[in-house]
């Protein structure tokens, strides 16, 4: 252990002081009030791991699963989705609210009954998933088999990971799906916010760098190649010079388009139905439904 000296304690204890009085830490520092619960990214992946253990059985999870076993496999896994989600909604309920007692507890309930709406969507959630999947293995001459895709590819992670938080987001359940999206971004590289709208059948080839903004809007049997981004052109600003939130203002993708790598579509602007967006193109403007938009080629 090293040995502090009379002056460098002095300045630990000035920074500390510094760090610790005083109004610096009101705005970084969050304060547990009388138990008051913080959302735990750990608990917040096992419950996205066991998710998709039961989206997707044998795959992730109990690899030994069979016909016989099957129920009860998901049954375990399913029942402690439930027991962990109600403790992270409850934390992420009383994330921006002060503590009150009342409220607490009330909170407690509404997470009991927000955690069943979720278990309740997993069918569908699973539907959606197998769709993209399907177009994944598809669209790709390289996939070996639908299992390879579901096992390996970023993608997939990336977009079951949007799926859950996207469903989570829509029960109003607030910064959990956020965290849960984060966790895609940097285990992939594809970053996916939780507010996107995105249809079935939709895929990713590659995915890294790929950015789709809180209000897109994707359509059906999209698919997106690396350094995609579907972003915000500008951002309207109140009467104080701050940006307004919450206005649409991220791209609409129509159902069948295609947008090669590196493309970067900006603003509150339509895709038409089958259109194909060429690499390395900056797109502000709408595009007519099944339109080619490529690079001009540079003439010798």
């Known amino acids: 252990m090293a040995i502090i000296n009379e002056k460098y304690s002095t300045i630990i204890q000035d920074t500390v002081e510094q760090l610790s009085g005083g109004e610096h830490y009101l705005s970084p520092c969050f304060f547990k009030q009388n138990g008051q619960p913080l959302p735990s990214e750990k608990k917040l992946k096992e419950i996205v791991q066991l998710t998709r253990s039961v989206l997707f059985p044998g795959y992730f999870g109990n690899s030994r699963i069979n016909a016989h076993t099957i129920r009860y496999s998901i049954g375990i896994s399913t029942e402690r989705i439930y027991e962990l989600l109600c403790n992270q909604i409850h934390a992420g309920l009383c994330f921006e609210c002060c503590y009150d007692e009342e409220l607490f507890s009330g909170n ?9 709406s979720f278990i309740a969507k997993l069918p569908e959630l699973r539907l959606s998933l197998e769709t993209d999947v399907e177009a994944t293995y598809n669209g790709d001459p390289a996939a070996e088999s ?7 590819y970023p993608a997939i992670r990336a977009i079951s990971n949007y799926r859950i938080a996207y469903t989570l987001l829509n029960l109003n359940i607030p910064i959990l799906p956020r965290i849960i999206s ?3 971004h940097s285990e992939t590289g594809i970053d996916i916010h ?3 709208k995105i249809g079935k059948s939709f895929t990713i080839d590659h995915g890294t760098g790929v950015v789709i903004g809180a209000t897109a809007i994707i359509g059906e049997r999209v698919k997106l190649y690396q350094g995609v981004t579907l972003g915000a052109k500008s951002f309207p600003l109140d009467e104080e010079g701050n940006p307004i939130k919450g206005i649409p203002r991220h791209p609409i993708i129509e159902d069948d ?10 603003g509150r602007i339509t895709i038409g139905k089958g259109a194909v967006i060429g690499g390395n193109i900056w797109v502000t403007d709408n595009v007519p439904a099944g339109e080619r938009i490529v690079q001009m080629p540079v003439k010798p």
């Open 182 to 184: 984060e966790m895609a």
């Open 146 to 152: 639908m299992g390879e895709v579901i096992y390996c």
């Open 257 to 266: 388009v295609i947008i090669y790598s590196n493309a970067t579509i900006l």
């Open 108 to 116: 407690r309930k509404k997470a009991q009954d927000l955690a069943a």
């Open 194 to 196: 939780p507010g996107a």
